[in-house]
């Protein structure tokens, strides 16, 4: 059983809720009428606490102002014992709501740098409404016993009383034999309640044993359990009607029979072997037993009428179920787990602070076009040490900097830098990465294209024209970064639209054949009048990005790597190098015309709107405004070394491969419609 609270305890559990509503809500003067809800409940469960706070300080101050009395912590700890299983375990809930809170909540702040306004995260809904109950029911709790609390206690003081008493009265007799000796006032007998309909006990009997698997006798009716029950069905009993209300005078059927329910669980609590009449419990129970009184004489005065007893008897099962659900135990989401909606897409270990702290960027995908990073920091060395910031991005208007790309930059080589901005060049948010592999992974979350190769320092030129540069090449195939766990076995290739298909001649109405399609890259399952149908995705071409500076201003060159373009081996001037000076050069031709996009940034703002997310998938809806062309039958790439050339070669040919691989399998499974 959990060890009894003390005045102390009280102290520091009203501090932290007093802080938490200091903090979290007293400066929310636009914030969202959920979020100020929330605040109200944890000042009202602190303002509950106080009261008992207060009752606990009367007793003391009692106590001590009669000084000649025994002062037995032990039975002060006794009575008390009992008060955690009482009221619930509510510091754990405070404790869940800060941390929802602090991790959740998002303040903006004005010009002069004071908090304004509040949003709330709708993706954490659920969760507050699930800690706004719990609070509301310990609060109900801490109310209901804080005057038998009082009782009990003062009760045992004049228990104390009464003992010297009897000493004094020991001693009389014995001075004097024909004294009179005082009657002990003993406590009253309990109030009588009607007893519970036949029909409705048989009902309650079966939800109880439903619970306990019929294991557990009546008669081991637990405390704790049975005394959240009653607290919670009286508050959903005809205690919601107020005595003004007339409109109505016959309650709902489920008001009723949770009164009844009370009348039940109270019968059960006293007949329990666990129950002590003079204790804590005793005095609590009691108590709700006075309230749930106070409602029957309600009906006895006409004020209510009661509704039929056999209309009550055939209601649901679940009308007649004893136990709440215990949520005391269930963990608060933190901003690094994944919520509805989401796929978990990365963990990037950020290189370590100077104070050896480890910060990690976790990264969500909300929808095709919206992501959720999560910065989050721990400390080795404290293990309470925790901070965590979420940010949304919505590609549409963030714009994604690739710093780490930067031409002929110095820090291009030995940093992995990335920028988020919004669309005004404003609210930066950089990351410096540890790894260009993660750096990759993150491109990739943003952009919809795995990179297959990438290459710093390459040097570009389109022949008959004077177009040059130097800068960093990539080549890209189009690929959705996949949920975290789901292993990534196509190397770089999607998944084939074909693969687990039934043989030959199986009708694409099928619904079996329609899910296998669905369940792949390439297809999705769609449903229609006649049935399920696949829609399928034409298989995206490679593409080749540079990136440079073209004409003062940061720029994209980027050209997709259709069946006319190759690499013209005859033409690189290997045939005028040699094992001295090895051919470090790559011509690219195209059989028709080489049709180049080009995305410019603004010469005004400069790198932060050169923005990667213009080239994402699907299309950035502000793409065309940045963008041009140009057409040219070939260009030259001239690299660092001749292992970044083969490098180069290779992936060219592989990435032209698995295209055709994916058009044939795609000309397959289509033609079987």
């Known amino acids: 059983m959990s060890s009894p609270i003390s005045v102390g305890d009280l102290i520091f559990i009203i501090q932290l809720g007093s802080q938490i509503y200091e903090k979290c809500f007293t400066k929310a003067e636009a914030a969202d009428q959920k979020y100020l809800q929330f605040g109200e409940e944890i000042r009202s469960f602190s303002k509950a606490l106080e009261q008992l706070q207060k009752v606990l300080q009367h007793v003391d101050e009692e ?10 912590t032990a039975q002060v700890r006794s009575t008390l014992k009992p008060l955690p299983d009482l009221t619930g375990d509510f510091v754990k809930t405070l404790k869940a709501c800060e941390k929802l809170l602090s991790d959740n909540s998002k303040f903006r702040h004005n010009a002069a740098g004071f908090v304004d306004n509040v949003r709330w995260w709708l993706a954490v809904e659920n969760e507050v409404e699930l800690l706004k109950e719990r609070i509301r029911f310990h609060t109900t709790k801490i109310l209901l016993i804080t005057k038998p609390v009082e009782i009990q206690l003062l009760s045992d003081l004049r228990k104390d009383i ?50 306990s698997g019929g294991a557990i006798d009546v008669k081991y009716f637990p405390l704790k359990e049975g005394f959240d029950a009653l607290v919670y069905h009286f508050g959903e009993s005809t205690v919601n009607i107020p005595p003004e209300y007339l ?7 489920t008001q009723y029979l949770n009164l009844v329910k009370c009348r039940w669980i109270l019968q059960k609590l006293m007949e329990s072997s666990f129950f002590v009449y003079d204790s804590l419990w005793g005095r609590c129970i009691e108590d709700i037993e006075k309230n749930v009184l106070r409602e029957y004489r309600r009906f006895d005065s006409g004020q209510l009428f009661s509704p039929n007893i056999d209309v009550i008897a055939r209601l649901q ?20 787990d994944e919520r509805p909606s989401e796929e978990k897409l990365l963990e990037i270990a950020l290189p370590k602070s100077q104070n050896n702290r480890k910060p990690l960027l976790v990264v969500f995908r909300k929808s095709d076009h919206e992501l959720r990073l999560v910065h989050t920091t721990r400390d080795d060395q404290n293990e309470m040490f925790y901070e965590a910031e979420s940010h949304e991005i919505d590609l549409q208007f963030t714009r994604f900097i690739p710093l780490y790309a930067v031409p002929d930059s110095v820090s291009s080589t030995s940093t992995n830098n990335v920028l988020f901005c919004n669309r005004y060049g404003q609210g930066e948010k950089a990351y410096s990465l540890e790894r260009l ?28 024209t004077t177009e040059s540069g130097k800068g960093r090449v990539q080549i890209w195939r189009a690929k959705a970064l996949p949920r975290m766990g789901i292993a990534d076995d196509t190397n770089g290739r999607a998944q084939s639209p074909i693969a687990g298909l039934p043989r030959q001649g199986t009708s694409l109405s099928s619904f079996t054949f329609a899910e296998s399609i669905a369940a792949t890259a390439k297809g999705s399952l769609i449903y229609g009048a006649s049935g399920p149908a696949v829609f399928f995705n034409k298989p995206e071409l490679p593409v080749v990005v ?59 703002d400069g790198i932060n709107t050169w923005d990667l997310a213009l080239l994402r998938k699907p299309s950035h809806p502000s793409a065309d405004k940045t963008l041009s062309f140009f057409v040219i039958k070939r260009v030259v790439f001239t690299f660092a070394s001749p292992e970044d050339k083969l490098e180069f070669q290779t992936m060219f040919k592989n990435a032209q491969t698995l295209r055709r691989l994916d058009e044939k399998e795609y000309l397959t499974a289509t033609s079987k419609r």
Not at 63 to 72: A, E, I, N
Not at 553 to 565: A, G, S, Y
């Open 247 to 253: 409109n109505r005078r016959t309650p709902e059927l």
């Open 63 to 72: 106590r001590h102002m009669r000084p000649w009395l025994p002062y037995d």
């Open 162 to 211: 009464w003992d010297v008493k009897k000493i004094v009265e020991e001693i009389r007799s014995i001075v004097d034999p024909n004294a009179e000796p005082n009657v002990s006032h003993r406590r009253c007998p309990s109030v009588h309640l009607p007893s519970v309909p036949q029909e409705l006990d048989r009902r309650f009997l079966t939800a109880f044993g439903s619970r």
């Open 437 to 464: 592999e993660d750096v990759h992974n993150l491109q990739q979350a943003v952009t919809g294209y795995k990179v297959g190769v990438d290459l710093a320092t390459v040097s570009w030129a389109t022949f008959k």
């Open 546 to 604: 540079i990136y440079t500076i073209f004409r003062d201003r940061w720029t994209f060159l980027r050209f997709e790597l259709d069946e006319k373009v190759y690499i013209n081996l005859q033409s690189c001037f290997c045939r005028d190098c040699d094992a001295k000076r090895p051919c470090k050069r790559i011509i690219i031709e195209s059989k028709g015309k080489l049709r180049v996009e080009r995305h410019c940034a603004d010469a005004r």
């Open 317 to 336: 099962e679940h009308c007649f179920s004893i136990w709440i659900d215990d949520h005391g135990t269930e963990v608060v989401p933190t901003l690094t």
